[in-house]
């Protein structure tokens, strides 16, 4: 059906391609030792986190109607395509798969009721100035989605601001049957405790039942779908961990310092994207450390800053810019550890 | 249950419900019409025409102890082609007879010892030199056979051989390594081995490279793992479970081991058997005598993670050669196949049905997805026995950056598969860094000289 001519054509060849590998698989086989492969490949590794991000979008779906599913639409077409043009630019055999994560969890740090061409403007961001020019999958310095957000709710502060609702009226079939929820307006519990110093009812932060992001409002479904991460050893424990760690500790001892400026621990851990970032951004294995140690600064850097930010500074959410900061020193880090760890080798060498 | 000493490594890999040749499996013999002997450098002792026995001396390099890894023929018959590389013996249909065959030359038992190595000690040239001897009664490797089999019928000539070590040399302690889970069921063996105040038994963990040799002396002296040390050193042997079999047997027969037992597993037609066939037997025959079709199928000799393929069918089976798999190569496309439940198939991570529900792994020589760029997931750093970065050091050697890998300690590679085995993007680490080590040998000879290494 597929002709040799439409896989090699340098345009559409790396969708042909991309196409056939994902409906039909690879019949490639071992050339030298090992003789036998691991079953797992890139496309069940990053299908396995779609999958664990699954019932945080069902969640919103119910949550803020089914102009949800617009949401993830637009970042997919807008996210793929962009992807697609570079594969065909940089004449790749097929696209790769991280593109697909990326744009499934770019929309669910999406406002519910954020404007279509705002999604389309951030995830094109997000992919070509956070990964493509970095060199593509695996070279990329940055989350792309989280780059992505954070170009938005810099560019367009009031878009953003404008756009928080609170869920819908949970019953029956919830958003399943409403295209959108009624536009009442309402702050999510971080910006209500920066302008008022009103703490929300953790149950219902930890329920859902407050503004919040497309993905981000029901802990329960993004713990468990970190948690089966977790076990299935896509992504690594110790990231998600520290930045929880982080977190817990330097909210106790800014909190029992500053009680007025800093919100208590729990507040902090299930408040805002916290959550959802240390689950599924933090354990973004391309732009975190390679080092076990370097795993767990990095991580202990997400906690701490995102409580640093949201206390001292006039943004309301801090861990975007704590995950881009923490992608910042990456490199730093790995560098450090590495060195120190082969100092006496080298000391041998010279 | 014999006392132990629990030994442990960081990394490994456990290769769960794959194929295991278990129970009590009886040697098949295969003798062969016509052998082809490699003599390696050594001065060749015979010529055309001439009548050899099984077990004479055919080549040997002599040095100032008289002999040193000496080749001998692994069948009775007449010498018909003797070239640059090769001697090749005919069975002779007629009878003849022979000189009288002594026995008791002065270096017999010291040829036997050092023909019996495999990749042992390269140059064994003083007895009182060996303060360490090994023996591996580990398998950790998909494909492997348990040490009961082995050792069913072969107690008694293991603990000969074990006894024989000792007594030789003075000096050496012996260490077996073996898992914990066949220690109950070897009782007979180590409870015999217990009497031997020189020797002790190792429990390594049950995890892929337990049996690597160098990993081992690692895990005895508590060292970093490195293969080049390994390489230089002369004051260890190492016995493997099918070389101490052949020593043990040697030295009760009074004759050089000349044959090699070989581990043979066939998917289709279903084989599973360990062969007794003489050295420089050629491939082609046992498997024909195995009715074996190679028709789109591929053998694999020594593992399935370090072996090497077979193309040639004219392969002559040196003492090297450790064990042979046949797997088919067709490898069929399906749909959707990143969705797949995977009942048999194996991962590092948990995301196949195999990981909860115990049903046999399938063997298949397909790489199970296409190549990708690293994404760093970091699986090969965790599974390394060696505690290095792979996915870096490849990033490295790819660059031409031979001394950043070198300082990342690229030379502690011990070349056990793992990192390529595990890798999500299919990359071929193990490969890459098999070359790489050898131009870092040549390239940076000079910045490998006083290395102390980093655990």
């Known amino acids: ?350 | 249950m014999a006392k132990y000493k629990t030994l442990s490594f960081k990394g490994g890999y456990r290769f769960k419900r794959f194929l295991c040749l278990d129970g009590e499996i009886s040697l098949q013999r295969f003798e062969p019409k016509s052998v082809s002997i490699a003599f390696g450098n050594m001065a060749v002792q015979v010529r055309q025409g001439h009548f050899v026995r099984k077990g004479d001396r055919i080549a040997s390099k002599s040095n100032s102890d008289g002999n040193d890894f000496p080749v001998f023929a692994s069948m009775t018959g007449r010498v018909t082609v003797v070239n640059d590389e090769r001697v090749e013996i005919c069975k002779e249909i007629s009878t003849h007879i022979l000189d009288s065959y002594s026995t008791k030359t002065n270096h017999m038992r010291e040829n036997i010892l050092y023909s019996a190595f495999l990749g042992g000690v390269s140059q064994v040239t003083n007895v009182d030199e060996i303060s360490h001897i090994v023996i591996s009664a580990v398998h950790t490797q998909p494909v492997a056979v348990a040490l009961n089999t082995w050792l069913h019928d072969n107690t008694r000539v293991c603990v000969d051989a074990i006894t024989f070590l000792s007594d030789c040399y003075t000096n050496s302690h012996i260490t077996i390594c073996c898992l914990k889970r066949d220690l109950q069921r070897i009782e007979e063996f180590t409870s015999l081995c217990s009497l031997n105040d020189k020797c002790s038994i190792a429990v390594v963990p049950p995890k892929y490279p337990s049996e690597n040799r160098f990993l081992q002396w690692s895990m005895i002296t508590g060292q970093p793992v490195s293969a080049i040390d390994g390489m230089a050193a002369s004051e260890r042997m190492f016995f493997d479970m099918p070389s101490l079999i052949l020593f043990g047997r040697a030295l009760c027969q009074h004759q050089p081991p000349t044959d090699i037992l070989l581990p043979v597993y066939c998917a289709d037609p279903e084989i599973r058997t360990i062969m007794q066939v003489p050295v420089g037997t050629c491939l082609k025959d046992l498997l024909s005598f195995l009715q074996i079709d190679t028709q789109g199928k591929r053998i694999i000799a020594g593992g399935l993670l370090t072996g090497d393929e077979i193309t040639d069918s004219s392969y002559m089976l040196t003492r090297s050669t450790t064990s042979l798999t046949i797997v088919p190569e067709t490898i069929k496309r399906s749909f959707m196949w990143f969705l797949r439940p995977g009942r048999d198939l194996d991962s590092y991570t948990k995301s196949f049905a195999a990981s909860v529900i115990p049903v046999a792994k399938k063997l298949t020589t397909g790489t199970q997805g296409s190549l990708r760029a690293c994404i760093n997931c970091g699986y090969c750093a965790e599974v390394c026995p060696a505690g290095l970065y792979p996915h870096l050091l490849y990033n490295d050697v790819t660059h031409d950056l031979l001394e950043e890998a070198l300082e990342k300690q690229i030379d502690r590679c011990i070349d056990c598969g793992l990192c390529s085995y595990v890798c999500p993007s299919k990359i071929p680490l193990a490969t890459t860094l098999r070359e790489a080590k050898k131009s870092v040998y040549t390239e940076c000879a000079h910045l490998m000289h006083n290395r102390d290494y980093a655990i």
């Open chain 1, 1 to 350: 059906m597929i002709s040799s001519e439409m896989k090699e054509n340098r345009y559409i060849g790396p969708i042909v391609n991309s196409l056939d590998s994902f409906f039909f698989g690879s019949d490639a086989s071992t050339s030298h030792a090992p003789f036998i492969h691991d079953a797992v490949d890139l496309k069940r590794y990053m299908f396995f986190v779609i999958m664990a991000a699954l019932p945080c979008a069902l969640a919103g779906i119910y949550l803020y109607g089914l102009r949800v599913v617009a949401v993830i639409a637009v970042s997919y077409i807008f996210g793929v395509g962009t992807e697609a043009i570079f594969a065909a630019v940089r004449r790749q055999d097929e696209i790769h798969e991280g593109a697909f994560v990326t744009c499934m969890l770019y929309a669910l740090i999406m406002p519910p009721h954020v404007p279509l061409w705002v999604v389309a403007v951030g995830i094109v961001f997000g992919t070509v100035f956070a990964k493509e020019v970095f060199g593509g999958t695996g070279k990329n310095i940055f989350n792309p989605a989280m780059a992505g957000r954070l170009f938005i709710s810099l560019a367009f502060p009031d878009l953003i601001a404008r756009t928080w609702v609170l869920p819908l009226d949970t019953a029956g079939m919830g958003g399943f049957s409403v295209w959108i929820s009624d536009a009442v307006t309402g702050a999510t519990p971080l910006t209500l405790f920066q302008r008022s110093g009103e703490i929300s009812n953790i149950a219902a932060i930890f329920w859902g039942n407050i503004g919040g992001c497309i993905g981000e409002t029901v802990k329960p479904f993004i713990v468990l779908g970190g948690l089966f991460l977790m076990y299935t050893r896509i992504s690594n424990w110790r990231l998600p961990i520290a930045a929880i760690f982080g977190l817990l500790l330097s909210s106790v001892v800014l909190h029992t310092i500053y009680p007025q400026q800093c919100a208590p621990v729990l507040f902090h851990l299930f408040g805002g994207g916290f959550l959802f970032a240390a689950f599924f951004m933090v354990s973004d294995p391309v732009t975190t450390p390679a080092t076990r140690i370097g795993k767990w600064i990095c991580g202990v850097m997400v906690g701490m800053l995102t409580v640093l930010i949201r206390t001292f500074t006039g943004y309301v959410e801090g861990v975007m810019f704590a995950v881009i900061i923490a992608n910042i020193f990456t490199p730093l880090i790995d560098y450090i550890i590495l060195s120190m760890r082969y100092r006496t080798a080298r000391r041998g060498v010279r």
